[in-house]
């Protein structure tokens, strides 16, 4: 069952609330800024606060030098642990999508307990945070978006974006804002909080052990190739996801809101499954899709409506065809395919 989004309110949400909440955001955070955030600390790739997460650092660093070792050492012959790497990759990746995105964070539709397992379990074997955090973090994203509080903020350059904010210690603005921010869902939730307690346990169970055991167990191949697969389909897929807060924030149009930062990016959505229509999704970020056309290099979509079919994912969120071409018309910079400034409507 879909459920369509009209009302005014909705509309003033994905107009007028997301231009003026940015611009309060951005001079209260120029008024609050804290003392220890030195803007002048420069490098080519933004500015960055000088307490560095070294750790980080340098288990980001070794971690990338060995992906670029086996990515350099692909050939051929070893194919079978290409195609096994992106399988379980994809894995991960419909965790991130549809799970800790879609699901946990907008819940842009509902889903029984089977799926919400499938979709923590899955989550988990993306390698990455907590969904507690995950969650956390991302709505806080949403509602302070290119702030100082936001905890990926663009408009520190592109490095700070896309993997750089995981190497500072994060700003005063994000933590506050994090306390702040609503997540009594999450915490209402024991598959949530399941994936809490045993965190560590369940993203080293499945991001690493399984995708090991199960083609050296049943198909005998070499532990070491095992090994390498499942480290670069994990460094990628990071990769993957990062893209989302980095290139789908800097370079693309933007068709539905002009006045935000998030843009379009078909290259963004085939790395992500469909996560990079970013300035349909920061003015619609309700919908299920993500995106206005359900399938357009939106891999995740196509699973969800299939769990949909099966039953186990009902009350897809969206919003009608109506306000979307409103929205575009009145807010976007004239890029949309259909709505743009440029398109001739057949009736005219």
Request: hydrophobic content about 45%; overall charge positive; some cysteine.
């Amino acid at each position: 069952m879909l459920s369509s989004v009209t009302s005014t309110q909705v509309i003033s949400y994905a107009i007028i609330d997301p231009i003026i909440s940015q611009n309060v955001n951005l001079k209260f955070s120029k008024i609050d800024k804290k003392k220890n955030f030195d803007q002048s600390y420069k490098t080519l790739w933004g500015y960055f606060e000088q307490e560095i997460k070294w750790n980080n650092v340098i288990l980001l660093g070794v971690m990338h030098l060995y992906t670029l070792k086996i990515f350099l050492m692909l050939r051929p012959e070893i194919w079978h642990l290409i195609v096994w790497g992106l399988f379980c990759g994809s894995i991960g990746g419909f965790g991130v999508t549809a799970g800790v995105h879609r699901y946990f964070t907008h819940r842009c539709f509902k889903a029984n307990l089977p799926l919400r397992i499938i979709l923590m379990l899955a989550f988990s074997s993306s390698g990455q945070n907590t969904i507690y955090d995950w969650v956390r973090d991302h709505r806080v994203h949403h509602k302070f978006s290119e702030t100082d509080a936001d905890p990926h903020n663009a408009k520190r350059g592109f490095f700070f974006a896309h993997c750089g904010w995981l190497m500072l210690k994060k700003h005063p603005d994000v933590v506050t804002k994090g306390k702040i921010v609503d997540c009594s869902d999450l915490l209402n939730d024991p598959v949530v909080l399941f994936q809490q307690r045993y965190f560590l346990p369940l993203k080293l169970l499945f991001c690493f052990v399984i995708p090991v055991i199960i083609p050296v167990y049943f198909w005998g191949w070499e532990v070491g190739g095992c090994i390498d697969a499942a480290i670069g389909k994990w460094v990628l897929l990071l990769n993957c996801t990062w893209s989302v807060n980095s290139v789908a924030h800097l370079w693309g149009t933007k068709p539905y809101n002009k006045e935000i930062s998030p843009v379009e990016s078909r290259t963004v959505s085939f790395l992500s499954m469909g996560e990079g229509w970013h300035n349909y999704h920061h003015t619609f970020p309700w919908d299920y899709k993500a995106a206005e056309l359900s399938y357009s290099w939106n891999i995740t979509t196509f699973f969800i409506d299939v769990f949909a079919k099966m039953g186990w994912a009902y009350d897809l969120r969206q919003p009608s065809l109506d306000l979307v071409e409103r929205v575009a018309r009145k807010a976007g910079d004239g890029s949309h395919f259909k709505w743009g400034h440029n398109v001739v409507e057949e009736h005219e």
